[in-house]
């Protein structure tokens, strides 16, 4: 029986939340005034008991008939884990197999757009990538937490397509910011499926493909540095809070890494699946200026 999701929508210009019930939407926002959208639910530690009203309810509107919006719309804080993959850690030829701290940068929500809805190639460079990653949303607050109790405070699981400008990144010595956040260039959806215990996220089978062509392909459990272990250290020196989201490293086999590189073209479709959370499609188009 696949697990719970919960997606963030808009339908006829309204905005609104519901739980995946076959090839329709169960409308969840119109039976919760005090929860308006999911960063709402979250915080309110209320997933269950969303979950447990729709039992009662019927699909009110096809999925087809949806825009798929990001699950968390206005997250404080969305973290990125850098370079969290053996292989991908490889790529760098720097002979630092086990780098002693994960790398880390900031993504702003105007960066995502949602599951179905197109990445945007900027006039500015042809070099749009993807990375495919799993994330996590931050459903308890914290501030040093310890590794141990770590998962505790974890509220769901979604999947990204953390698109870049690669020359972007290069433009500095320090900083990938500027490739990192250009509008709309990734993706996060296509729901969330809500978080059980750590055998969840232990061995996830990830995958990117590029027009069906599988072009990334790892398992969870070979990350340098685990899921414990990104909430303890990022908690460390931030104090992380409800509907923050922690995208958590892709594997190797960016379009980067071809010879010659392989960036993204208009009309090109990206899909990011993982085990027991779903698909993550969309489609690349050039920005309308």
């Known amino acids: 029986m696949p697990r719970p999701r919960l997606v963030s929508y808009t339908h ?41 009203r729709a039992a009662g ?10 825009t798929y919006d990001i699950p968390i719309a206005a997250p404080e804080k969305i973290l990125c884990v850098g370079v969290n993959f053996p292989d991908r850690n490889a790529e760098y030829k720097d002979d630092q197999d086990n780098p002693p ?49 770590a998962l505790s405070h974890i509220a769901a699981l979604t999947l990204c397509n953390e698109g870049t400008i690669r020359d972007w990144v290069r433009h500095a010595k320090f900083n990938v910011t500027q490739g ?12 969330i499926v809500p ?28 990350m340098m540095f685990g899921f414990s272990q990104i909430i303890a250290y990022i908690s460390t020196f931030t104090t992380l809070v409800p509907g923050d989201v922690i995208v958590c490293g892709t594997p190797t086999g960016a379009g980067a890494r071809f010879d010659p590189p392989i960036w993204l073209k208009p009309g090109d479709v990206v899909e990011v699946e993982a085990e027991g959370i779903g698909t993550l499609t969309n489609e690349i188009a050039d920005e309308v200026l």
Request: glycine share 10%; no cysteine.
């Open 101 to 149: 701290f994960m790398s880390l940068f900031p993504r702003f929500p105007r960066s995502f757009t949602g599951h179905n809805q197109p990445l945007i190639r900027p006039p500015e460079s042809p070099q749009l990538d993807y990375e495919g990653e799993v994330a996590i949303i931050i459903g308890k607050p914290g501030r040093r937490i310890p590794e141990a109790d």
């Open 12 to 52: 006829n210009k309204t905005s609104g939340y519901g739980l995946v019930s076959g090839d329709g939407l169960i409308a969840l926002a119109p039976h919760f005034a005090d929860l308006p959208n999911l960063r709402s639910v979250i915080e309110q530690g209320a997933l269950s008991r969303l979950i447990d």
């Open 180 to 191: 990192k956040n250009w509008d709309r260039s990734g993706a996060i959806g296509p729901w």
């Open 57 to 66: 309810l019927s699909a009110d509107i096809a999925l087809s008939e949806i």
């Open 195 to 222: 978080y059980t215990d750590g055998s969840q996220l232990a061995d996830i089978a990830l995958q990117t493909r590029v027009n069906g062509e599988v072009r990334q392909s790892d398992r969870t459990s070979r």
